[in-house]
Nanobody
Framework: QVHVVESGGGLVQAGGSLTLSCAAS????????MAWFRQAPGKQRELVAH???????NYGDSVKGRFTVSRDNAKNTVYLQMNSLKPEDTAVYYC?????????WGQGTQVTVST
């Protein structure tokens, strides 16, 4: 059983920054992929950022150049540094952790960007 917990969400003004964290715990041998998704009201969940065990990254088009994903393999933790936030970034942000034969989701953390 793998437990995933996100933290760091909150309310921020447009143009501001936030850093999200996601920590995985439990019976973990290794984590291949770690990713952030988001879901705004009335919209489908979308990929925000993804990082492999080796550190390769990819981003959703709407966040490229503004968000940075990183991970600490020793801590089974992934981070999302969000800069130049826009009101359209408002959503619940979810972390997904993929160990190859299993994957697990967190409960989500709310990010609200005000104008």
């Amino acid at each position: 059983q793998v437990h995933v917990v996100e933290s760091g969400g909150g309310l921020v003004q447009a143009g501001g920054s936030l850093t999200l964290s996601c920590a995985a715990s439990g019976s973990i041998a290794s984590i291949d992929h770690m990713a952030w998704f988001r879901q705004a009201p009335g919209k489908q969940r979308e990929l925000v950022a993804h990082i492999t065990l080796g550190g390769e990254t990819n981003y959703g088009d709407s966040v490229k150049g503004r968000f940075t994903v990183s991970r600490d393999n020793a801590k089974n933790t992934v981070y999302l540094q969000m800069n130049s936030l826009k009101p359209e970034d408002t959503a619940v942000y979810y972390c997904n952790v993929d160990g190859g034969l299993w994957d697990s989701w967190g409960q989500g953390t709310q990010v609200t960007v005000s104008t």
